[in-house]
Nanobody, 118 residues
């Protein structure tokens, strides 16, 4: 089992910045992928940014150039630095991890609310 605990959400004005953190209970070496998703009211959950075990990364076009995913491997913490926030970034942000190997499972954090006011 993988426990994921997010923090860092809040209310910010347009153009502002926030950094989300996700404490992961297992080393990234035991995970196939780690990343962030978000879900806005009335919409489906969507990928924000993800990194795979091979180091490959992917992010939504809407956040490219504004959001950066990083991780502190020594502390097992993953971050999402969000700059130039816009009202359409308002959503609940979820930390995500997928385990390695046969029977791989997906795990989610409890979510943290990000609200961007105009």
């Amino acid at each position: 089992q993988v426990l994921l605990v997010e923090s860092g959400g809040g209310l910010v004005q347009v153009g502002g910045s926030l950094r989300l953190s996700c404490a992961v209970s297992r080393s990234h070496f035991s995970l196939n992928a780690m990343g962030w998703y978000r879900q806005a009211p009335g919409k489906q959950r969507e990928l924000v940014a993800i990194i795979t075990s091979g180091g490959g990364t992917n992010s939504a076009d809407s956040v490219k150039g504004r959001f950066t995913l990083s991780r502190d491997n020594a502390k097992n913490i993953m971050y999402l630095q969000m700059n130039n926030l816009q009202p359409e970034d308002t959503a609940v942000y979820y930390c995500y991890a997928q385990t390695l190997g046969p029977g791989a499972k997906n795990y989610w954090g409890q979510g943290t609310q990000v609200t961007v006011s105009s």
